[in-house]
């Protein structure tokens, strides 16, 4: 269960103020992975802004380059330095926010290496997990078994560091990035459809969002310290209604989800 993207503000008003620990700011040290597309590019773009100091990383070394140059120039307070992953081979002295998305093996092993930094700064772990690691939906049995298994690490792992890091667990629906088109079963196989009718029609019965909203509402969370949010609105309802009307929301679900 998690949070409603209403209560960032209520918890903003109510907590951040008198904390110690404050939101990236200029300065901070944040490292990124997946960040040369989607969403980890996009959380780029939005730190750098705000004058971070970021490693990226992943498996494309030419784009990150050219992803931290548009950065740094735009943003010459900021700086960026791209890493091909591997995460277990990086050698940090300071680290305040470690934003992550990949599979639940990297999970462990990076973190295995993030957390002594983390636990210096009082710092904040960011993970990219899923609505799909909370609900089984059809045609995603491996997806959901890794994304339902990064949920329960962190959520077992913030327990065992909740004086020392804080985690935020992000569980948006789907977000339209490249990673759906790796997907074995197509939302759209016809060639000739307009895809961007398609996505404006997902958008539209809230099937899907943009990375520039999605990013807006996980940006907040992580700046507020939430613990887990889903969003939006549809999301989180379905996932505190199934408990109650299982067959009814798993039936809409089915009628809904966007492979």
Request: hydrophobic content about 40%.
């Amino acid at each position: 269960m998690g949070n409603h993207p209403i209560t960032m503000h209520i918890r903003k008003n109510k907590f951040v103020g008198n904390s110690k620990y404050y939101a990236a700011t200029a300065g901070s040290v944040i490292v990124i992975t997946g960040a040369s597309s989607g969403m980890g590019k996009e959380f780029v773009n939005r730190y750098t802004a705000r004058g971070c100091k970021l490693v990226i990383g992943s498996r494309n070394i030419d784009r990150l380059n050219e992803i931290a140059k548009t950065c740094m120039a735009r943003n010459p307070q900021s700086q960026v330095i791209a890493v091909q992953t591997d995460v277990t081979q990086w050698r940090l002295t300071f680290l305040d926010i470690f934003t992550q998305q990949s599979n639940q093996a990297y999970f462990i092993k990076s973190n295995r290496y993030a957390l002594p930094f983390l636990k210096n700064t009082h710092g904040q772990i960011v993970v990219m997990s899923s609505y799909s690691g909370e609900i089984g939906l059809h045609f995603r049995t491996a997806y959901c078994a890794s994304k339902f298994a990064v949920t329960g690490f962190f959520e077992s792992l913030r327990m065992e560091v909740q004086n020392e890091i804080d985690i935020t667990i992000i569980c948006p629906i789907t977000v339209e990035t490249s990673f759906r088109e790796n997907s074995l079963v197509k939302a759209v196989q016809q060639t000739n459809v307009d895809q961007s009718q398609v996505y404006l029609e997902s958008k539209k019965n809230g099937s899907s969002m943009a990375v520039e909203d999605a990013i807006d509402v996980i940006l907040t969370a992580i700046d507020v310290k939430m613990r887990k949010i889903f969003f939006p609105t549809k999301a989180w309802f379905a996932n505190y209604l199934r408990p109650l009307f299982p067959d009814i929301v798993d039936k809409r679900l089915f009628a809904m989800a966007k492979l």
